[in-house]
């Protein structure tokens, strides 16, 4: 059990187009081709559920259509092709994905374009075109776990692309919409298959983790296997598809006492409710075995929707020692779970 690495591993890898991904400089020359082993490395980083967008100072259309012809135009996801400064386009692909900025690198050629990235988001990693001969062999580019979430990470975010779309395109409320979605989520105890996933969630969720800390995979099976523990998954499905395994919550169970030790969710499901149904149901669990209640909160900066979350449904700030808020329920307040979404407890 750790607090979360500073060096954090990197979700999202953002190119350059012109002296990066291919030789030449679109907009000047004849014909432009596919960099040495490009295409190559791009593939790995996508079956390792690396992300990649791209941050280019070129005409959207013929870049577009370049891109397509060499095979490659599939692998990005919001795209930042035009005239603005590359800071503000990786801003919007970090905004775009729901990701920290501090999980990205930006491979480009040009020195001022990676300096001028620097300056305005210190946290982003820039890296040489020329030096990307050992990217793959970089720590923050290889995750502990492939999972299977990992190799379908960006079908999933297209996926989230289009329910986007639809949702703009609705008119009506949003519990309408969500009933739409035809979401089906599934809450169960942990099994040793989906521990790589569990430590991955762990990994990486930032924003939507009430504490912070991380836990590896065995540890996860130790925990998983013990009396005094309760460790549970939460899988969501709609029409669109799987987003697969997105939350997780650890539950000491001691005498009468049961305290929340960490509940995250991955931020691809904030809008969606889940992480209140996940509570309600620990909630329940808890008033049907006539024990009370506890969670705890750390504050990290960015994870204030969980507090919010959890008072919500009712928690109360009991003590607080450093940064560690400790929280009760009276279990008083517990929810019905919404009609837009089936419930499935395994």
């Given amino acids: 059990m750790t607090v979360k690495q500073q060096t954090k591993k990197i979700k999202c890898v953002v190119w350059d187009l012109d002296n990066t ?27 390792r559920g690396i992300l990649q967008s791209i941050a280019s100072k ?3 259309d013929k870049a577009m259509t370049k891109l397509e012809q060499l095979g490659i135009k599939d692998l990005f996801l919001y795209p930042q092709i035009g005239w603005n400064s590359k800071s503000e386009s990786i801003k919007t692909i970090s905004e775009s994905l729901n990701i920290g900025l501090d999980t990205i690198a930006f491979i480009d050629d040009d020195p001022y374009e990676r300096d001028e990235v620097v300056f305005t988001h210190k946290e982003v990693r820039c890296i040489d075109a020329t030096e990307t001969d050992n990217l793959l062999d970089r720590s923050d580019m290889n995750p502990e776990f492939i999972t299977e979430e990992s190799k379908r990470r960006r079908s999933m975010y297209l996926a989230e692309v289009d329910r986007k779309l639809a949702e703009s395109d609705f008119k009506g409320p949003k519990d309408s919409f969500l009933k739409e979605l035809e979401m089906k989520l599934i809450i169960s105890d942990a099994k040793e298959e989906d521990l790589k996933r569990a430590e991955e969630l762990t990994m990486r969720t930032n924003q939507l983790n009430t504490t912070g800390v991380t836990y590896s995979y065995d540890e996860l099976d130790q925990l998983r296997k013990s009396d005094d523990f309760m460790l549970l998954v939460v899988e969501l499905n709609d029409k669109y598809g799987s987003y697969g395994k997105i939350g997780l919550s650890l539950i000491e169970m001691k005498g009468d006492k049961w305290n929340i030790k960490l509940l995250l969710m991955s931020c691809r499901v904030m809008s969606r409710g889940v992480g209140t149904i996940l509570i309600n149901h620990i909630m329940m669990l808890a008033k049907q075995n006539k024990k009370r209640l506890f969670a705890q909160f750390v504050p990290n900066g960015r994870n204030r929707q969980m507090y919010i979350t959890y008072k919500f449904a009712g928690f109360k700030d009991v003590s607080k020692s450093g940064d560690l808020i400790a929280m009760e329920s009276d279990l008083a307040n517990i929810q019905q779970f919404p009609d837009y979404v089936e419930v499935d407890i395994v």
């Fill in 58 to 60: 070129n005409d959207w």
């Fill in 21 to 47: 991904v291919w030789q030449g400089v679109l907009l000047e020359d004849k014909q432009v081709v596919l960099r040495e082993k490009i295409k190559d490395m791009m593939n790995s980083l996508d079956e």
